[in-house]
């Protein structure tokens, strides 16, 4: 079965939503910071379990703190949403209550994933201990450098737009 | 002629596609990518599958601004209006990459501006982070230290004072050196420390100049011949004897640069000069000058031996924990100096700096004659042939140490108790002389039962001597025990004689 889904990836610039599709998608990375501006869309198509044929539309979005600025335009016919912040930069992450709260307003039903980048440039308990201070309860840590947990986002998102 | 200049301006920038329900082409004037009819535009990019549930309504038309689109090795960055006219919709492609990518250049500028800062801002918090637990952890260390060092040192002290046999002095003598060593050690990380972390104030005093330069020739001469070296000492005459400054900081200066030129050098001479450069209004320029015959310092390692644990030579042939130079810089630059070498490998090292020293000063003869006056009234005022001490300290060794060192004079009774909570039933009691409190003491601090002395109504209570002990030598702490009401405080570890001057000094 062939199902085609658009994911949208939103966040504060410099998180690496674009090193992220990068990793998903073609399986490399670059050091190198270009900032993103409107939205660059790739796909990616799955096989699931489920024996779906997902393709994924994944709508890279300019990077912004302030969410509720995002046209509208790019938000139609949003089925996933996945958040990132930067675990390096608590201004990515310290009021991700209000920007979740944002986007559930904005994408109503649509499943969100959390995802915190770049864990290779930081010790793992030090983020834990961080985002437990912030209370800030995240589905994947990743890196987009090492590739580390950035499948596994993507494909759980895969699997939830798939049920 | 419009429509000439409007194709000239737009021609190339504008693409109107015509597509079906199914978003197949069915006409397209392919200005900016190649579509053929019947191409399915769900394959010439991602975009348009996700559109797939997004047609416009009758008459409506949706706007995407800044959508990249690649085909075919092109990437543009569009501007996209898809609009339903009669049984068809309309795609009309606007190339704005020029105008995309020059707001692309000041948002990369904006941004990465942005994270910077955020980086650095985030990294002085780390720094200071760091700075606060390094100093806690070395006011802990220090303060935890003191209490088994005083145990130690005040014991070798009281050991020396036994019958011993030549073999045992001499094994007591290697005891003083090693506990001497460990105690210069301590200062010294406590001195880095507070000189790292801004904490450390000069106490500007007035001193006899000469006489200290006086003492620093006699005790290292005595060191550069133990070592087998001569020194040479040039004071000039014309220096002021008496100037205010923070004596104990340059004796440290002096000292820290004098044992590294002993240290360093194995054969010929040490050379300690202090001459006059200036005098100018009330202030005297003085140039401080140590050289030695030593084996030098190479080129390549100047800076860093003011740097912190720094030792140029062989750490296992060296002793010393290679601060005293980082700990002489930081002091310099409190003085507002700096200090200054030059070196040959094999010929010897020159240290030298330059101070503004006050002087004359109006009451400049008076402080040497204060304190000899002081001590003749200590000597000579004494009334009691005894007196009753009361020590509050928890340490058992601390305990024997102070009993040890107080009992050997034959002048004192003294009453230990290790509980906080019951000094003052104890102070209530019995009428004593003097109190020696430790700071930390179970149930209530030294520092509070001295402020409840203090505030005691009668007089005979409220008024007794009190000397703290502590393992704490930061200023504020002491500033503030003294504020608690602490006649002095006495800093851990001790020597006799240091308790037993403060002791006679504060008993009436």
Redesign the interface.
């Known amino acids: 079965m062939q199902k085609?889904k658009?994911v949208l990836l939103l966040g504060h610039?410099?998180v690496g939503k674009t090193s992220l599709i990068r990793r998903f998608v073609s399986d490399s990375f670059s050091d190198a910071?270009?900032?993103t501006?409107?939205?660059?869309?790739?796909?990616k198509v799955v096989d699931l379990p489920s024996g779906t044929n997902l393709?994924m539309?994944l709508?890279d979005l300019?990077?912004t703190d302030e969410l509720h600025l995002i046209?509208n335009?790019?938000l139609?016919?949003t089925h996933g949403v996945i958040f990132v912040f930067d675990v390096?930069?608590?201004?990515t992450f310290q009021n991700i209550q209000r920007d979740l709260d944002i986007i559930k307003e904005k994408v109503k039903k649509a499943p969100v994933l959390i995802v915190g980048n770049k864990m290779d440039l930081v010790d793992p308990a030090d983020v834990k201990r961080l985002l437990d201070e912030n209370d800030i309860d995240s589905d994947y840590l990743t890196s987009a450098k090492t590739g580390d947990e950035v499948n596994e986002a993507f494909l759980e998102m895969a699997s939830q737009l798939d049920a | 002629m419009l429509e000439k200049y409007k194709t000239q301006f737009i021609g190339n920038s504008i693409q109107f596609v015509v597509l079906d329900e199914k978003g197949l082409v069915r006409e397209s004037d392919n200005t900016c990518f190649l579509l053929k009819t019947g191409d399915s535009l769900k394959e010439f990019?991602?975009?348009f599958?996700?559109?797939?549930?997004?047609v416009p309504e009758a008459n409506n038309e949706?706007?995407?601004?800044?959508?990249?689109l690649e085909s075919e090795g092109k990437e543009l960055?569009t501007d996209l209006v898809l609009r339903r006219e009669d049984n068809a919709l309309l795609l009309v492609i606007y190339d704005l990459t020029q105008h995309?990518n020059e707001?692309?250049s000041v948002?990369?500028a904006r941004?990465?501006s942005?994270?910077q800062e955020?980086?650095i801002a985030?990294k002085n918090i780390e720094l200071e982070e760091r700075e606060r637990f390094k100093d806690q952890f070395i006011r802990n260390f220090s303060h935890e230290i003191r209490n088994p060092l005083t145990s130690i040192m005040s014991l070798t002290q009281v050991l020396s004072q036994t019958d011993l046999n030549a073999e045992q002095e001499q094994m007591v003598q290697y005891l003083n050196q090693s506990n001497a060593q460990l105690r210069l050690l301590l200062e010294d990380i406590l001195s880095i420390s507070m000189i790292s972390s801004g904490k450390l104030q000069l106490v500007e005093k007035e001193f006899n100049l000469i006489k200290l330069l006086n003492l620093l020739t006699f005790t290292y001469t005595a060191k550069a011949k133990e070592a087998g070296l001569e020194f040479v000492a040039e004071i000039d005459e014309k220096l002021p004897q008496i100037v205010a400054s923070d004596r104990l900081r340059i004796y440290q200066v002096l000292t820290n640069i004098l044992d590294n030129a002993i240290k360093y050098t194995e054969t010929g001479q040490i050379e300690f000069s202090v001459q006059l450069n200036q005098k100018r209004a009330n202030k005297a320029n003085i140039r401080f000058e140590i050289s030695d015959t030593g084996r030098g310092i190479p080129e390549a390692q100047l800076e860093s031996i003011f740097t912190s644990f720094t030792q140029v030579y062989d750490k296992d042939k060296e002793q010393g924990s290679g601060l005293g130079l980082s700990i002489v810089k930081g002091l310099l630059r409190l003085m507002d100096s700096e200090i200054q070498l030059t070196s040959e490998l094999d010929q010897g090292t020159r240290f030298f700096f330059d101070l503004n020293l006050k002087y004359p000063l109006p009451s400049s003869q008076r402080t040497d004659k204060k304190d000899e006056v002081l001590d003749t009234v200590v000597r000579k005022t004494l009334k009691k042939d005894k007196y009753k001490l009361l020590l509050v300290e928890d340490d058992v060794m601390i305990q024997t140490v102070v009993f040890k060192f107080l009992s050997g004079t034959d002048r004192f009774f003294i009453e230990i108790v290790s509980d906080g909570a019951k000094v003052m039933e104890e102070v209530v009691n019995t009428q004593y002389d003097l109190i020696i409190m430790d700071i930390n003491i179970p149930n209530i601090s030294g520092d509070q039962i001295a402020r409840l002395i203090r505030d005691f109504p009668f007089k005979g209570i409220k008024d007794i001597p009190i000397i703290g002990v502590t393992g704490t030598l930061y200023d504020e702490d002491i500033a503030a025990y003294k504020a608690a009401g602490m006649n002095a405080i006495i800093p851990k570890p001790f020597a006799q004689e240091e308790l037993l001057k403060a002791v006679f000094r504060y008993l009436k």
């Open positions: 085609s658009k610039f410099g910071y270009k900032v501006i409107g939205v660059h869309i790739t796909k393709s539309i709508w300019e990077g046209r335009a790019y139609m016919g390096t930069r608590p201004a | 990019h991602p975009f599958e996700s559109l797939e549930a997004i949706i706007t995407f601004n800044c959508i990249h960055i995309y707001y692309q948002a990369q941004n990465e942005i994270i955020q980086l985030l």
